[in-house]
């Protein structure tokens, strides 16, 4: 890890010197603590030929702690000043810098391919933005990411907590997560008024051989109705209740379970029901439509 990493005057003395106020809009909340970086960078599981994507850098001070961990480092910031800046805060020629929104990133951006997610994320976009990175980049083996206390509870939780909805499911689809922490709002700069949380995942290979637009297009219909069994959240995108409940116990669901008492195993298994059934698995007009990033 690079030895001098950015503490609070040194993150002040930058964003001056660059012109720089955090905007709520871009979600910008500098980390200014050098331990919280070491603690990040240590539970990121990192291994030395590693190739790390980071989003929303701003000043460097958590890329400072991944250049010396990985193999290369791909940094996407949104911001035109910080992704110019960036190159002399981190003057390390195994460093990448992609002025681009995150949200649009493309497989073919980056060479050498990331092999790790490990960014403090902007709490505004910080769930599309996991799910987008996971489903362009299946060469992601795992990752840390530090998003808003309330969202990484969301994204850890498992069936039957009053949490696990659509983030919890999508993710679960592409990766095993779990908490790795709690961060508190004094390492940052300005200060937000929420705790942050750190949640690490592990690649898996998606359940089933069922397309994933099919899945999640079940997963968003049983969510937009929580309080509905799933013979009636799933009416609209089945083409009727009556056709629901036949993929439910189908797919050897209860129709009158509800949506978050599923795993991620059983939404794929009433897409697959879908699939197999005389129709094809079509949704009807007015059925659900998945949704690649939802928050």
């Known amino acids: 890890m690079a030895d001098a990493l950015l503490g609070p005057a040194e993150i002040r003395e930058l964003a001056a010197r660059l012109g720089v106020a955090p905007t709520k809009k871009l979600g910008q909340n500098f980390l200014h603590d050098p331990n919280t970086i070491r603690r990040i960078v240590a539970a990121a599981g990192l291994r030395p030929d590693d190739v790390a994507l980071e989003v929303g850098p701003g000043l460097g001070s958590l890329t400072l702690g991944l250049v010396g961990a990985v193999r290369h480092v791909h940094a996407v910031e949104i911001d035109p000043r910080l992704a110019a800046a960036l190159p002399e805060t981190v003057p390390d020629a195994h460093l990448t810098v992609h002025n681009a929104d995150a949200l649009h990133v493309r497989a073919a951006s980056f060479e050498p391919a990331p092999t790790m997610l490990v960014a403090n994320l902007p709490y505004n976009v910080a769930v599309p933005v996991v799910l987008h990175l996971l489903a362009e980049l299946p060469t992601l083996r795992g990752g840390l990411v530090m998003v808003q206390k309330e969202v990484a509870d969301r994204l850890v939780a498992g069936p039957g907590s009053k949490v696990y909805g659509v983030p919890s499911v999508k993710l679960a689809w592409y990766a095993e ?119």
């Open 177 to 295: 997560a779990r908490s790795a922490g709690k961060v508190p709002p004094a390492v940052f700069w300005p200060v937000p008024n929420v705790d942050s949380g750190l949640v690490a995942f592990s690649a898996r290979t998606p359940a089933g051989d069922i397309d994933r637009s099919a899945v999640f297009a079940v997963v968003d219909a049983a969510f937009a109705q929580r309080r509905k069994t799933l013979r009636a959240a799933l009416s609209g995108w089945a083409g009727g209740a009556d056709r629901a409940e036949k993929l439910l116990v189908a797919a050897g669901i209860s129709p009158q379970a509800r949506g978050e008492s599923l795993t991620v195993e059983q939404f794929a298994a009433i897409a697959g029901a879908a699939k197999q059934s005389p129709s094809g698995g079509k949704l009807s007009p007015t059925g659900a439509q998945a949704k690649e990033v939802d928050s």
